[in-house]
């Protein structure tokens, strides 16, 4: 079983949806949950970080913790093209210091 | 105007070479990390260092060399003992706290000829 994991995809939503992005992980002791974008070609850019429990909201953005059933994931409201890209899952590990463990990426295509 | 730079961008190698990759940083961040990405993969760590002078291995460390001599630069070797090194290179920074966040570096592409 992988640490980190998330479903490739792609995730297809029309422009106006919520798009909704799943990632589970493995260690009960996981500490802090970290969500980038990342356009082809570019580097991860940091979008969303969780560490307690429940939904944090940003903007369109909203990350939900469920530390019980070991799952993150991001809600991304009003979908516009310009948020088709790759999102990482990355999750700091119980006892891993400042290490961060990443997810594959699920791939998300907005469609017009 | 703070940030990461590394350089160079893009990158050629032949094989049996040593080539190095530069990452500043003037975030005032402590930590540093080097990772690697394949295409379709996620990123994988290399190196990671948490204060100058000390650095420690990822999970990828082998075919790689760090130095941290300065608080602001952490430069990455990919010596010759690397059998696949043609990938996404990207460099991170963060404080030393829990919950850090990383920031990442416009990343270099690493090609073998």
């Known amino acids: 079983q992988k640490e980190v994991e998330q479903n490739s995809g792609p995730l297809s939503v029309p422009e106006g949806a919520i798009a909704s992005l799943n990632c589970t992980y493995s260690?009960?002791?996981?500490?802090?949950f970290f969500w980038y974008r990342q356009y082809s070609g570019k580097s991860p850019e940091l979008i969303m970080f969780i560490y307690s429990n429940g939904d944090k909201e940003d903007g369109r953005f909203t990350a939900q913790l469920n530390k019980a059933s070991q799952y993150v994931s991001l809600l991304i409201r009003d979908s516009q093209p310009s948020d088709s890209a790759t999102y990482l899952c990355a999750v700091r590990l119980g006892g891993g210091g400042n290490k961060l463990t990443f997810g594959t990426g699920t791939q998300l295509k907005v469609e017009l | 105007d703070g940030g990461i730079t590394q350089s160079p961008k893009y990158l050629f190698r032949k094989e049996g070479q040593n080539v190095t990759l530069s990452c500043e940083q003037n975030?005032?961040?402590?930590?540093m990390y080097w990772y690697r990405q394949d295409p379709g993969q996620g990123l994988r760590l290399i190196y990671y260092s948490q204060i100058v002078n000390d650095f420690q291995k990822g999970d990828i460390a082998e075919g790689y060399s760090v130095s941290r001599e300065k608080k602001e630069s952490f430069p990455l070797t990919v010596t010759s003992a690397q059998k696949n090194p043609t990938a996404f290179y990207l460099c991170?920074?963060?404080?030393?706290?829990?919950?850090?966040?990383?920031?990442f570096g416009p990343g270099t592409r690493l090609t073998v000829l």
């Open positions: 975030l005032n961040h402590d930590a």
């Open positions: 991170a920074s963060s404080r030393v706290a829990a919950n850090n966040e990383q920031f």
């Open positions: 260690d009960r002791g996981s500490q802090s």
